[in-house]
């Protein structure tokens, strides 16, 4: 379901050249954003307020949880790959809502039930699913397996797996008990806010190259850079947690 035609596929031996172009500058630019936005990393201020923070605190948790959406390199290049073939709102919104819906449960469970999970393994896991979401996008399940994977599973999944990447994170700050349920659902609402925010923008950016013939000349280029991507996130993870030992 919303992988490439075989007609489409055709398209993109055009321009080699500038679709090498378009890859080395996106990985460029991914190495440079890496330091900060990668891997569900808080801010120190943030990390200092969430530390100190005791009672209910609505706004400032819905600020922090906006802000990491929409500094999460690895949530927006999911939700990028998830809604890349994706035309009418309404697929767009089942798409985003089972991803959400995933995101929120093991954000509530993970901090609430305490269950840690290694922080490097987790977000490593979650380089993995833009990995995955870029092979479908290529319909390699397809070729390889000749069987396509459920698409609305797999977001659903891969939105659980995200949500304790979040809630892995916070565990590490010792956030207060007082007030805690609440200020988890603001955080979760801020999320969800930064998503809407963050969706609105790609999709208003899809909607206008779709409508280009460069859409699909690069459709090809743009998920090889998104896989690209993911295994960069999937390295520097593993890579944290063998240092780690």
């Given amino acids: 379901m919303h992988s490439l035609s075989m007609c489409g596929m055709g398209a993109f031996s055009a321009r080699p050249n500038r679709s090498l172009i378009l890859l080395l500058l996106f990985t460029a630019l991914l190495f440079l954003g890496m330091p900060d936005a990668l891997a569900h990393a808080v801010a120190e201020g943030d990390k200092g307020f969430i530390q100190e923070s005791s009672g209910v605190m609505v706004l400032p948790f819905i600020y922090m949880g906006a802000k990491h959406m929409i500094t999460g390199y690895d949530h927006l290049l999911f939700l990028f790959g998830v809604i890349f073939f994706l035309y009418r709102l309404k697929d767009v919104g089942l798409y985003v809502t089972l991803f959400a819906v995933g995101h929120t449960v093991t954000l509530l469970l993970g901090v609430l039930?305490?269950?840690?999970?290694?922080?490097?393994?987790?977000?490593?896991?979650?380089?993995?699913?833009?990995?995955?979401?870029?092979?479908?996008?290529?319909?390699?399940?397809?070729?390889?397996?000749?069987?396509?994977?459920?698409?609305?599973?797999?977001?659903?999944?891969?939105?659980?797996?995200?949500?304790?990447?979040?809630?892995?994170?916070?565990?590490?700050?010792?956030?207060?008990?007082?007030?805690?349920?609440?200020?988890?659902?603001?955080?979760?609402?801020?999320?969800?806010?930064?998503?809407?925010?963050?969706?609105?923008?790609?999709?208003?950016?899809?909607?206008?190259?779709?409508?280009t013939a460069s859409f699909w000349r690069h459709a090809y280029t743009a998920n090889v850079a998104m896989m690209s991507a993911g295994f960069l996130l999937m390295g520097y993870q593993l890579t944290g947690l063998i240092v780690s030992q």
């Fill in 113 to 211: 039930a305490e269950i840690t999970i290694s922080s490097y393994v987790i977000d490593a896991i979650i380089g993995f699913s833009v990995v995955y979401k870029a092979l479908d996008n290529l319909g390699a399940f397809q070729r390889w397996f000749g069987h396509q994977p459920n698409t609305k599973a797999a977001t659903l999944i891969f939105g659980l797996l995200h949500g304790f990447g979040l809630a892995t994170k916070i565990q590490e700050y010792e956030i207060s008990a007082d007030g805690l349920v609440a200020n988890l659902i603001a955080f979760n609402v801020g999320v969800e806010i930064g998503q809407l925010l963050a969706l609105s923008a790609i999709l208003i950016v899809m909607g206008y190259w779709r409508r």
